[in-house]
C-alpha cells in the first residue's frame, strides 16, 4: 500500500508536493521520495520516515523546478530496505526517467525471471523497477504506445506516476483496482492517490483516472489516452472500508458517508442491547456514528487515540503493530467501566490486535464487549496492493465466527453481510473487486 502524487505547476513544485505527501501519508509510513525536474535533468530526494522527518518545507521551497513526483511508501514485511524506496530513478534510451507506484503485479515474479534469463539485473524488490525495465524494451520514441504495451504484460493493481525532464506521465491498471486521480486549475495539474492530495492546492475539478487511462502533462497541458478495450473495471472496495481517507471522493464514492451507512445497516443486520456505542479510532469512527444514530444509544469515546500514532496496520512487522496499538489506543475507563459496549471497528485481518485490544479493555472494567466489523470476513489475502498475510496467517480463514467470538474474547462479534457492505455504496456492486472477502480474484477482461 503506497501513496503517489504528480504535479506540473506555475509554482515551485517542491513545497506543492510536500504539502500533497502529508495529505496521503497514511497511505505509507515507512519512506518518502520526491523526484524534481528542472527541465533538462531529474534530481531524487528520499528516506525512511514519514514526510515530515524525511524533508522540510524550508529546503524544498528552494527547489526551482515546476514538474515533480512524489511517493509514500509501505513496505511488505523484510523489504524496507533503502534501495526500495521510490521513485526509483533510472534511464530509459538515454532519457532520465522516474516513476511512483502504488500497488502489485500478480505476475512480477515470472516476468522478472523472464528479464534476468534475458541478462538484465534486477537492483530492487519493487514492482515498480520491473515496469520501468518494460517500458524501456518498448520504448522507441512514442511514451505511451511503450506503456501500452507494458500495461498488456502487467496482471495486478497498480497507479503510476512517471517524471521525465520534459512531462509529468500517469497510469491506472486496466481494471481500475488501485484509485488515481486527475485535478487541474490554473496553476496546477495535479495526479494523486486521493483528492485530499489534490484539493490542498486549492484545485477543486478533479476526476477519476479510468481504468486502463494514460495521462501525459506537459508545458501545453494534459492530453488523456483511454483504453480502446471495453473492460469490465474493478474497484478496490476496501478503500472505502479502510485504506482510504474518510474524506476520500474515490470512483463516485465518499468513504465517511460509506463507512457511516455500514454503521447503520449492521445495526439492522445484528441489533444488541447496550449501553454505548464506541469506535476503535479512526476507521472505526464514522460506523460507530452510524451505528448509534441508527440505534438511538449514545455514541461514545470509549478509546482515547494518540493523535501522534500512525497507522498500526501498515506497520512492517507483527510486533511492530502490537506495540503500536498500546501505544494507539487507550481505553477511557471513567467511560466504559462498567459499561455494555458496542466496539465499533473496520475489519478482523490477522486478529492478534484484536485480541490484545479487547484485553485492555476488559481491564478497564467494562461490564460487556459486543465487537461490530463494518466488513465480512477478510478470509483471502489481497494480492493487488493491501499488504495482507498468507492465508493461514488471516484469522476469519482459519476460523468460523463463534471461534473467532472465542480466541478475541468478546461476548458476541458480528460481521456486516457482504449484500450489506454493497448496499452502502449505492451500487449493483458489480464493479467492485471483493476478492478478499470472496476469493473470486479479478481476471483482465472476464467478469469476477
Known sequence: MSGVVGIVSKKKVGKELLFSLNSIQHRGQDSAGIIVSDGKNLT?????????????????????????????????EGLNQDYNIEPLFSF???????????????????????LENEGISFHTHTDSELIIFLIARYFKGDIVEAIRKTMAKLIGGYSCVIAMPDKLIAFRDR????????????????????????????????RDLEAGEIIVVDKDGFKSYKMEEDLNPRHCIFEYVYTSRPDANIDGINSYMFRRRCGEILFKE?????????????????????????SGIPFAEGLVRNRYMGRTFIKCTQEEREIAVKQKLAPQK???????????DDS???GTTSINLIEQIRAAGVKEIHLMITSPPFKYPCYYGVDTPNKENLMASRLDVEEMREAIGVDSLHFISLEG???????????????CFTGDYAKYGEKI
Open 44 to 76: 531524487r530526494m528520499r528516506g525512511s520516515g514519514l514526510v515530515s522527518e524525511v524533508f522540510s518545507e524550508k529546503n524544498l521551497n528552494k527547489i526551482d523546478s515546476h514538474i515533480g513526483i512524489g511517493h509514500v511508501r509501505s513496505s511488505p
Open 92 to 114: 530509459i534510451k538515454g532519457e532520465e526517467f522516474s516513476i511512483g507506484n502504488d500497488g502489485n503485479i500478480m505476475n512480477y515474479k515470472s516476468l522478472k525471471q523472464d
Open 175 to 206: 481494471l481500475g483496482i488501485r484509485p488515481l486521480m486527475l485535478g487541474h486549475n490554473e496553476e496546477n495539474i495535479v495526479i494523486a492517490s486521493e483528492n485530499s492530495a489534490i484539493e490542498i492546492l486549492g484545485v477543486d475539478d478533479y
Open 270 to 294: 445484528s441489533p444488541v442491547d447496550v449501553d454505548l456505542i464506541c469506535p476503535v479510532p479512526d476507521s472505526g469512527t464514522p460506523s460507530a456514528i452510524g451505528y448509534a444514530q441508527a
Open 334 to 344: 471513567a467511560v466504559i467501566k462498567g459499561k455494555r459496549i458496542v466496539l465499533v
Open 348 to 350: 478482523i485481518v490477522r
Open 421 to 435: 457492505l454493497i448496499s452502502a455504496s449505492k451500487t449493483n456492486g458489480e464493479s467492485f473487486c471483493k476478492a
